[in-house]
Structure formats: C-alpha cells, structure tokens
C-alpha cells in the first residue's frame, strides 16, 4: 500500500527566511558558525537567567515588607493590649485600694507603687528592678500625674531594651507601673518561619525574632551578609513614636529546598540550554538537508544517465523487433533486433516505410488498422506476417501502441518472430493428439496450485475411471481412491512426491459406477527451469485382469509351496545356472544340510556335501510310470539311486533326477525309504518266523498222525502220541489266534475297542481268578488298595494283556519262587497314572534280550522247552499304548524281571500310595 502525507504549504515569509538562513549557512564554515550559535545561545541564557533572578530577589523583598508591616501591626496591637491592661489595673486599684502597702500584679507585669515607696531604693526592692531604671522610673513618676498613661524615658546608660510605662492612681494614691522590653514584646510577634529576623525597639541589641532552635548564636551584625534586608516602620504608644528597626535574611534550607526556592531560575537556564542546542539541532539539520538535497541530486543526476543507458541497452538487446514509426508511416527509431528478425539493420531501416517489412502495414492506412485490429490505441498480439530483406515471408505478432507528443504522432510498433512458436504449436498439437489416442490413461496434476488439482486428463483415462474430463478437472486425484486412502502404495506416492521424485505403484482405484480396479499407476515430476516442481504427469494402466490371474497363480503357489513345505519327501530345485535355488524342509530333515548353506551352490559342491554324508551309493531298477516306456521314463527323470547315510542318523535315501523342462530347471526328489526296507525286512522276517513256527507243530502232527496211520501201537503209546498231536494243535492254534489278534490290533489301531470306565481291582481279580497253568500249583501273590481306582480301558483287551505278562511270569520261572503283583502311582503332568507291577523271580533276561523283548516271535528262551509263540509282549506293547499308557520292562539275568503296565487314571489315587509308589520306583 502507497502512503502519501499532505504537504504542508509555509508562509511565504517563512520560506524567504529559511532559503536566506540556508544561503547564508552556506557560505559560513561550519565550526565557526556552531561557535557563534553556542555563544550566541549562552549569552541569551545569562540574560535570561539574571532577569529571572532579579523578579525572584524583588518579589522576595516584597515578601520581606510585608511581613514587616505585618509585624508592625501585630507590635501594635500588643502595646495597645498592655496599655488597657495597665488603665484596667488603675481602675481595680482605684475601686479596691484599702491599704496603704504597695503590690504587684505578677500576671500582667503591673506593679502599684505608694507615694512612699517612689524611691529608687524601694522601687528596686518593689520590683526588683536594677539601679538605673530605678532611678529613671522615680524620676519619671514624679511627672506622671492625672489620667494619662506616660512611657518613662529610658534609663541613663541602659542597654538592655526595655522602658517603663505608668498611669497616676485617682486621689494620688500612687501609680501603677509596668515593665516593656524587647524581650518580651518582639518574641510574641513572629509573623512566620520563612525569614530569620531581628527586631530592636527600646533597646540598642536586636532581638531574633524566631524559635530557638533555629535562633543564632549571636546578634546580627552589618557583615554585608547576601540577602539581607533591614526597615524601620513607626509605632504609637502613649502619644510617642517609636521607631521599631527590623533586619533579617532568609532561611537557610537543604539542598532540595533551594533547588526548589529557585526554581524559576534553574527552569530559565534549562530553557537558554535547550533553545541553544535546538539552535544547533536545527542548523545541523539544515546543513545535512543541504548537503543530503545535493548528494540526492547528483544520484539522481547519475541514475537518470545509467536508467537512459539501461534501457537503451534493454531495447538494444530485446529479442523482438521495436520500431518507431512517425504519422506518415516513417521508420524513425529501430533496435537491434530489426537486424536479426528483418535482416535490416537500423541504419538501412531508418526512413523507410512501415510496410516494407510488414505488408499489411502501409501509411496510409494504420487508422484503420488500429481500429479493427485494437482498442483505445493498442493492439496486441495481432498475427500477421513480416518480410525478410531476401524477400522470404515469415510469421509474425505484433503489438502496437500510438500517442501524441508535442503535436507529434509516434507509433510504437513490437514485433516477434512466431516461426519457433508455430512449430512448437504444432509439435503440442501432435502430443496431444498422441496423448489422446493412447491406450494408458494421463493424467496430469499441478503442484503449485492448492489441493493439487487435475488439469489434464487424456480419453483412455475417461474409458478406464468412467469420468469424463470435466467432472475430474480442478479436483484432486483421490476422487479414485474415496474412502480407500489407506494403502502401501498411496503412503509411497506421497512420500515420493514430498521429495519430488519419480514412483510406480499399484493401487486400487473405484470407477464412477463405483467398481473396484487395480491401477499401475506411474508418476513423473516436471520441473521449471529454476529446478522448481510444478507438475506431476501419471501415466495409469488398467491391471485388474492382471492382478485377478496372478492371484490365481499367487494362490496356486502358496499351495504348491505349502504341498512343498509340507511334504516328507525331499526336493532339491536347481537353476538353468546349475545353482541350487529352492530346498525344501524335508530335505534339511532328512540329509541335515541347511538351505541357507546351500542355496546358491553349483551342483557340484551340493554333490559333494551329499556325498560326504554317504556310506555308499548303489543303483535301485524301478518300475516306470503308467503309460511310459522304461526308456522315456529314465530320460525323464533319470536312473534311481539309493543313497546310504550315516548322518545325522543311519537311513536310506532314494533319489531321481528330472532334467529340462521349459525353464530348464533341474529337480531332485529324495524319499526316506528307510522305514520301507525295515518293514520289509521285518515282513520276510515274520514270514520266515511265521514259517518256522507254523511248520515245527505241523510237522508233529503231521509225522504222529502218519504213524498212526501205518502202525499199530499199543493203546497206552496211541494215547500218548494223541497227547502229543492236541498238544501241538494247540499250540498251532495260539500262534494262529495271536497273530490274528495282533493283525486287527494293528490294522483297526483300537477302533474296534469297547472302552469304558471301570474299576480295576474287580478287572485285575477276575483275570486272576480265571488264570490257569497246566502242572504249576502257584498262585500269584497280589495286594490292592481298598480305594476305587477308575480307568477308561477295553475290559476284554486289558485282561488279554495281563494274561500274557502273568503267563510269561510262569513260563520263565519254571524252577519257582512267588509272583508278585501289585499298583503303583505316578503323575505325568496334571494327569495321574496307575502301574500293574508284576514281579517275577525266574530266569531273566540279559540287556541284549530285553533290548528285543518286544520285537515279533522274540523268544527269550531259544532250547524250545518254554513253549510260546514269541508275540505275547508285542500285543502287550501295541494294547496297552492303545489305550494311552506305556509298559515299563526291567530284568536282570538269573534273578528275575518286573514288568509294569502304565494307565492313565480317572479318578483314585491316593496321596499316602502316591508317596509309596515314588518311593518303590526309586
């Protein structure tokens, strides 16, 4: 905003005083005339200081007179009170004299004096009175005489200031006499505390007429003290007039009262002072203004020339074309650049006509060209086109101006080459249509506008979001995103445009119907020339079809990966590199190689890692796949090895290679075949076993019933031989019912078992009530606790595995001794469990054989005479961990062995056989 302050018009006196003042300030050097205003000033201030101070001394003399004459007439009318009370006194005395004595009146100073006693002797012993005014106060009561009141003449010789008064008592009784002095008189006539006066009336001394605290220690005297002032005024005291002197000076007072006192004085130096350095103020600003007026000039004087030469050189060095044309159509002025746009310089251009260089310009006719081609006289930006000096037509635009000068019409005429400018309309032209036509959506936002509005939008952009230009433009380009505004990709295109930089991103964006669409979006920032972001170009794709399919495939993968992850076989993938790149957790588990380790690996070193890890490698024949030959299958995938490992544990590994593949990927597939060749072996084993068993009693049977057959034998031998052929029927019998017993236990893994809960001491007491030995008269020796003990088993499966530990305990302790059992306790956790301890004190087993004990057709005993089949402890083992528990085996060779059967409880156990039961296990 433009202040602009009034100017203030001065008198014209004034302002022929202050041009005279500044003439003359001019020629006088400036220290001489600083001294002259400085003397000037302070001789001003003398004088005006004095003339303060003489007011002040004349109003303090009129001070002085009148307290004089305050005094006068405060004197006055003291004489005038004693003069009544001694005529009252007369009187008194006249009316009441009885006696003949003299008396006085000490409150009123009146003494009555008797004809007798008028002598100078008596008067001085009447009122002690010194011997000179006794004389002088006899001598004057002799003339005192009538009704008159009489003032004595002073005493002869006398300096103390007092004289006598007296009035003659009626029929010459006497007189009454009283005693005036400056001492009592002047005291009780002080006017005020601003003077220190001394008074004389009767007496030669003055008397201070002040308090005594600020009374002097001596009389006045004529010292020639400052400010002092002495009068004489007339007093009237019976008929006499008396001459009352008064001297006196001021006060004296501290330093802030007489600062105060002359106050008036100091207020007229400070004022001298002021005017003077205002004085000096003043003619030192006149000067600055002189000196700063000229300086200001001669600057201006200076820009003016460097303004004239700068915009000489401005027209000089403008790109476009400035031509001065008169009002008959005549060049008169050109810059520079007439030169490069024309081809004329200016000195060739000078005088000639305007439409030499532009034809559409001719003299005679720039009235009307200005009024069709402009207003109020300008014309801007007016298309049209110039001539080269060649003769080579161009286009151009121009702006004029016209105005009038000094009657003379002057015409400005601008002109710029537009060829570059057409080009590069016609190069945006081509853009824009390329960018119309372009499948990818545009966008372009500017940053230096609030909000960030959109300011183009292309028609692929219109066919992708179903807006059309311009319901999107001015707006911000989250309308897309409208209430979905928290995603990765927005935080990043925000992050990237705080910096400036260019992002790509995915983000999902909502059409104008409202569907959803994933758009690639990118975004490039553009830059002024001053480096400055101002634009933001993006350029969107729409990818939802993309992203529908590789969701899709994402899926497939994580399930193929979970199937990857998940599967107990091992998978090494290679590379077309012949890099290890993907291995499995399976593998980790089964070689112990971690795929931190040997990802990135060639084959050679994953080879050599495995290979370490081997006690040997031999080639396994395998069938190939259904409706493959063995020749296309082994170029598939290769031969079949079987890798033997020692670590991290003894297993067997068998390994294909598949080759090739569109992604000549490489894939190793390992299988952990170890359990499979251990239940091999473990099935021809029970073959063989199976074999064996079966074959011993069939073989007895076979051979006893073929003797029967071709023989005749006693009938005592024929029993015998029968006895033989049941016995071993049996026994076929059992190994038959065990192994069926312990396929269905296997196969059906507890399915077909009928638990329930129940007490075990009536379970354990009826299998032991129904247990039956052939030739063995031992009966077990068992002790159970009174307490319910409940547990959730198969009755018949339970007692069937008791049975078979109970009927071992016989078989192997054939030379005798007792058989125990008994229940023990244990906690696993917050779940209690219950032991079926049975002890026996037979043959034992060595570690070797208990190691075995629960393998099929193990048999501790191998001379034969301890019949069995070998499986009874395997169907212990499979019932009793069926039903959650655990059997627990100890032996020791020649002493005997202790079997123990762990099943969870459901209720019972009681803390005191708790206590035992920890205790016998320890």
Known sequence: MNHRRDAVELPATLERLISALERLTGRIPLGHALTLIGAIGVLLTAAMVFTVWRIEAERTRHEFDADAVRLQMLLQDRLMQRVTTLEQAAAWFGANDRGTASATWPA???????????????????????????????????????????????????ASGSRFMARALPASRGWVVTLLNDADLLPAALPR????????????????????????????????????????????????????TLQGHEQARGWWQGLMRY?????????????????????????????????????????????????????????????????????????????????????????QPINSVLPALSPD???????????????????????????????????????????????????RDTTDAKWAEQELI???????????????????????????????????????????????????????????GIEAMREAIREGRPCQVVVRNYRKDGS??????????????????????????????????????????????????????????????????IVNPAFERMTGLLAADLVGQSIEALEEQLMARCQWVESDAVAPHEGQSAESDARQFGPRELLHLHTPCARTLTRRVRHGGQDNETVMYFRDVTHEREVD?????????????????????????????????SDERRNDMLSTIHRQAQVLINLVNELLDLARIESRRGKDFKRERQMLQPLIEGTLSGLLVHNDPRKVDYRLPEEPIVVDVDREKLSLALTNVLSNAYKYSPGGGAIELSLLWRSQGAQGEVGIQVTDHGLGMTPDQLERVFERFFRADTSGNIPGTGLGMTIVKEIIELHGGQVMLTSEHGVGTTVVLWLPVVSGAPAAQQGESAAALA
Not at 462 to 467: A, D, M, R, S, V
């Open 365 to 415: 006719g720039l009235d009307d060209w200005f009024a069709n081609h402009g207003f109020s006289n300008r014309v801007i930006g007016c298309e049209t086109t110039g001539l080269r000096n060649e003769g080579t037509a161009f286009p151009v635009a121009v702006s004029a101006s016209r105005a009038t000068l000094d009657g003379e019409r002057i015409q400005t005429f601008i002109v």
């Open 430 to 488: 081509l853009r824009d249509r390329a960018l119309a036509s372009s499948a990818d959506g545009v966008v372009i936002a500017s940053m230096t506008l609030p909000n960030h509005p959109v300011i183009y939008v292309n028609a692929a952009f219109e066919k992708i979001t179903g807006y059309e230009a311009h319901e999107v433009l001015g707006l911000n380009c989250s309308l897309l995103q409208r209430h979905d505004r928290n995603q990765p």
């Open 681 to 713: 072996r473990m099935k021809s084993e029970f073959l063989s076993m199976a074999a064996h068993e079966l074959r011993t009693p069939m073989a007895s049977i076979f051979g006893f019933t073929e003797l029967l057959l071709k023989r005749q034998f």
């Open 516 to 581: 959803l669409f994933y758009n690639e979006l990118a975004i490039s920032p553009v830059l002024n020339a001053e480096g400055e972001l101002t634009h933001y170009v993006g350029v969107q794709s729409d990818i939802t079809d993309r992203i529908a399919a590789e969701q899709v495939l994402q899926l497939r993968t994580e399930r193929l990966n979970a199937v990857f992850d998940l599967s107990p076989d091992g998978f090494v993938v290679l590379d077309k590199r012949g890099e290890v790149s």
């Open 263 to 351: 106050a008036s004085v100091w207020a007229a130096a400070a004022f001298g002072l002021v005017c003077t350095l205002t004085a000096l103020h003043v003619y030192l600003m006149l000067i600055s203004t002189r000196r700063r007026a000229a300086r200001m000039a001669s600057e201006m004087s200076a820009e003016l020339q460097r303004t004239q030469s700068r915009n000489q050189a401005v027209m000089d060095t403008a790109a476009d074309a400035i031509v001065m044309v008169d009002g008959q159509g005549l060049v008169r002025w050109c810059n520079q650049a007439t030169t490069s746009i024309f081809g004329r310089p200016p000195d060739v251009l000078m005088g």
């Open 193 to 244: 505390g601003d003077w220190l006066l001394w008074a004389r009336l009767f007496g030669k001394v003055p008397v201070p007429l002040h308090d005594a605290a600020g009374a002097p220690s001596a009389p006045m005297l004529d010292d020639g003290t400052r400010n002092r002032w002495h009068r004489d005024v007339g007093i009237m005291l019976a008929g006499e007039r008396l001459t009352l």
């Open 108 to 158: 009123a100073r009146i003494v009555r004096v008797k004809g007798e006693a008028a002598s100078p002797a008596a008067l001085g012993r009447l009122g002690g009175y010194p011997p000179a005014e006794s004389e002088a106060l006899a001598s004057c009561l002799v003339h005192v005489e009538g009704s008159a009141t009489t003032l004595c003449p002073p005493a002869t010789g006398a």
